[in-house]
């Protein structure tokens, strides 16, 4: 499996700082995250305060981000990062579509405003998932639930769907897609909590409790220290210090997971910083490693 120097995690303006500084020190960048830059910068309605892009759309600046990237030769894999593992001297990250390895991580995922269903933190793990895909196989034969909150999680639902006996499917979006066969399709109703009873898990909601052998969470973002297992995070926020380091040596974090202010010039210049920090510790790896 190919190693990349520095595998940078979102495509707002931190990570696409960071991974376009990389590419200029010369570095081999996996980029992963959506094509389409951010939502937070594609669906922003003008901007005033970014140096040098003045009363700029979130659709113009978006564009101007990922022009700026492609130019660069920086390419974005889409993938969604379900976990980033610290192996010693290099990181295994564990993504929807495949694994993949970087000696650098940088992660720049943006900030959530979701928090954690009551029930859903004890039960990781042991029946509630956030990746329908990685833990399909075990499905076989059994029934699940899903609580979708993007239309891009239905191919999700149909591949777990052809384990499975059976899967209700929550969309907490506008549904308008044509899941049937064996997947029940439930709109309009927002799930509570999450309780574990019999070997089963109980989905409560604001009408009906749907019970099933697992329970599947794909929101579009995950809470960074269950990313990262081992994370020192501040709050809400990842810890880092000036260098953007995070207390897991390789691994570095910018933009709105670090903290307030929540600005894009703020997050592009923290990539800036990230990338800069990651390749420097590149070289201190490689003289360690000869
Ligand atoms: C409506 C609105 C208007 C705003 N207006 C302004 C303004 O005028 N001026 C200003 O300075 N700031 C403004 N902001 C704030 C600004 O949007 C944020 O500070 C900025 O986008 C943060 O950039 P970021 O790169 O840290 O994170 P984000 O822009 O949030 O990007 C993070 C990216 O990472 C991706 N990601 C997350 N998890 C994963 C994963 N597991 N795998 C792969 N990818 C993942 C996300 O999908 C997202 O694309 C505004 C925000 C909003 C919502």
Redesign the pocket.
Known sequence: MERYDVAV????????EAAITAKVRNKSVLL???KG?????A????????LGLPNVS?ADMAKAFLNHATSMGVEITE????AVYSMGGYFAIQ?HNGDYEASSVII?????AMKPFPGEMENLGRGVSYCATCDAALYKGRTATIVAYSAEDEEEAEFLAERAEHVTYLPQYEYNGTLGNNITVIKDVKPASIEMADGKFALNTDGETYTADGIFILR???APSQ?VPGLEMDGNHVKVNRSMATNIKGLYA????TGT????????G??NVAALSAVSYLTELKKAQQ
């Open positions: 995690i979102g495509t707002g303006p931190a990570g696409l992963l995250g959506g830059s951010s939502d937070k910068v669906k922003a309605h003008t901007i005033q305060n970014y979130g993938d969604k990062v379900n993504c720049a995922a943006g900030m959530t579009t973002q995950i990313l910018c933009g709105d997971i202010p929540y600005q894009y010039i703020k997050a592009a923290e990539g």
